[in-house]
């Protein structure tokens, strides 16, 4: 079966940097990517494609060479689905914030729409692939909407989560680990993986396309990100231990590092991780073991966001024991709000947490972030809905330069790790602080005996 046309429903982080690619790499296929959210189509189909609605290195190259010629940003949802052959489910899958398994089971709400969209449109066969992270066994429920159409219409559903992480979407898209493409064992489901394999091995070496069943795919990206995240929060962990003992968490990952057995990559001790997904899934793991009645399952994996909690919440409480147990009226200056480098996506970013704190206790902060508009700022701290919108506005001021955020400021608390955080004027900047002058490294990125020398009080995190 060879694919033509290409629906992707959802032009988020996902639907947008995955479809371009695969709009580039096969010029041969058409593919149209849909939203209900006419800003963010109008976004990416702006003339200066440095406007697209998502930063991301590399990204606009893409787009500006397939735009207009096989690839395409609509709102007209239905006529897409209508014209495809495959239809990549792309949409948000949040974590529930209502009824039965609220804060915890993902809400499938946007997935069910678009299934039930697609059973209505359709007139010709379709392959329908889930792009989105979900609980093992949704595919369950998408078939069983697809098959009650009465219509005569045959369709297929495959799993093919996505692996790409922010700020390095497109490197990753291009030169995957791997792809994971689950679907039915029958001869129709194998036909289809087939369809999809084609499509990937535009570009992807065969050996790292991967296919299983459908349920071991949509488990195997849950687990994926489980298991990432677990580090994360497993050598934070550790870093508390390092402060108080005279260990050095950089030091720690490094000699661990080196066991081939565990590897050098996601040792970071940070103030947190953040972002939509890993916080996301794991309690949609955790939901899920626990509905299979799995209590020790969900509590082993609920620990990873324990943990990293607490990494967020005693890194505000350190800020304020430092500044002798007050920062009433103390201006913080916080160097970056994204939840990583290169990305502008801030949700569920470790800096709305920490800031959330540091304004309860009367602090008043201002944020410099080189990609973060100050809209962003006031909405992720307002959704949070700890004080009034007012409160919130009085307490942060949005600067336009770090400079500008550091002067007369008592701290600096180091959010996110942009580079170019490194290769400030330190000196000046501490010039312009008041005294003591302290920096609060959350990511270990700034030179700590460089900035003593200047003279700052400089902490980072798992050290002493
Ligand atoms: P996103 O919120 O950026 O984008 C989702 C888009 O879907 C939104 O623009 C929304 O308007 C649109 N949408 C929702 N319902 C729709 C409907 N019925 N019809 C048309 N459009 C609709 O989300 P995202 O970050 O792209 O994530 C999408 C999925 O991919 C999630 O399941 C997520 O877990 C998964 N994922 C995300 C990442 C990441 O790095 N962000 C990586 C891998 C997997
Ligand atoms: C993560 C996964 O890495 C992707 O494979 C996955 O596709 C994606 O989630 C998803 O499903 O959404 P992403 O959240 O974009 O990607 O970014 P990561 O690089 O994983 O970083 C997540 C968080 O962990 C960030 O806040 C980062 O700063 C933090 N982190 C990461 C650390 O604190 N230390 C590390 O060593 C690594």
Request: hydrophobic content about 40%.
């Amino acid at each position: 079966m060879m694919i033509k046309n290409i629906c992707c429903i959802g032009a988020g982080y996902v639907g947008g940097p995955t479809m371009a690619v695969i709009a580039q790499k096969c010029p041969h296929i058409k593919v149209t990517v849909v939203d209900l959210n006419e800003k963010r189509i109008s976004a990416w189909n702006d003339k200066d494609v440095n406007n697209i609605p998502i930063y991301e290195p590399g990204l606009s190259n893409v787009v500006a060479e397939a735009r207009g010629r096989n690839l395409f940003f609509s709102t007209e949802v239905d006529k897409a689905i209508d014209e495809a052959d495959m239809i990549f489910i792309s949409v948000n899958t949040p974590t529930k914030t209502y009824g039965v398994g609220k804060g915890m089971a993902a809400d499938l709400k946007y997935i069910e729409l678009c299934a039930r969209q697609i059973a209505r449109v359709s007139k010709t066969d379709k392959i329908v692939v889930e792009k989105s992270t979900l609980p093992v066994r949704t595919a369950q429920a998408i078939k069983d909407i697809l098959e009650h159409t009465g219509n005569g219409v045959n369709f297929q559903i495959l799993s093919n989560p996505e692996f790409l992480a922010e700020g390095t979407a497109i490197e990753d898209l291009f030169a995957p680990d791997r792809v994971l493409i689950g679907g039915d064992v029958t001869l129709e489901g194998q036909k289809a993986i087939q369809a999809l394999v084609d499509i990937y091995a535009n570009w992807v070496p065969k050996d790292r396309i991967l296919t299983t069943n459908v349920w071991s795919s949509e488990l195997s990206k849950l687990t994926a990100n489980a298991f990432l995240a677990q580090r994360v929060s497993s050598i934070n962990a550790l870093s508390e231990l390092c402060e108080k003992t005279g260990a050095d968490v950089n030091e720690v990952a490094r000699a661990i590092g080196m066991d081939s057995r565990i590897g050098s990559k996601f040792l970071k001790s940070s103030v947190g991780f953040g972002g939509s997904c890993f916080q996301k899934d794991i309690l949609n793991l955790v939901y899920i073991a626990k509905s299979y009645g799995l209590n020790e399952v969900a509590d082993y994996w609920e620990q990873v966001i324990i943990m990293n909690d607490h990494q967020k919440r005693r890194f505000a409480k350190n800020i304020i024991k430092t500044l002798y147990n007050t920062v009433s009226g103390k201006k913080i200056a916080f160097l970056g709000w994204a939840f990583k480098k290169d990305t502008n996506d801030t949700r569920e970013s470790a800096a709305i947490y920490v800031a959330d704190d540091l304004l309860s206790e009367q602090a008043t902060i201002a944020v410099f972030d080189p990609k973060v508009e100050e809209d962003q700022i006031q909405f992720d701290l307002n959704y949070l809905e700890t004080r009034s919108e007012e409160a919130n506005n009085k307490g942060v001021q949005v600067a336009s330069s770090a400079y500008d955020a550091c002067k007369n400021a008592h701290a600096i608390a180091v959010l996110t790790e942009w580079d170019e955080f490194k290769t400030y004027d330190w000196q000046k900047i501490y010039d312009n602080m008041l005294k003591p002058a302290f920096v609060f490294d959350g990511r270990n990125i700034l030179d700590k005996q460089a900035l003593e020398k200047i003279g700052f009080v400089y902490q980072g995190i798992g050290s002493r």
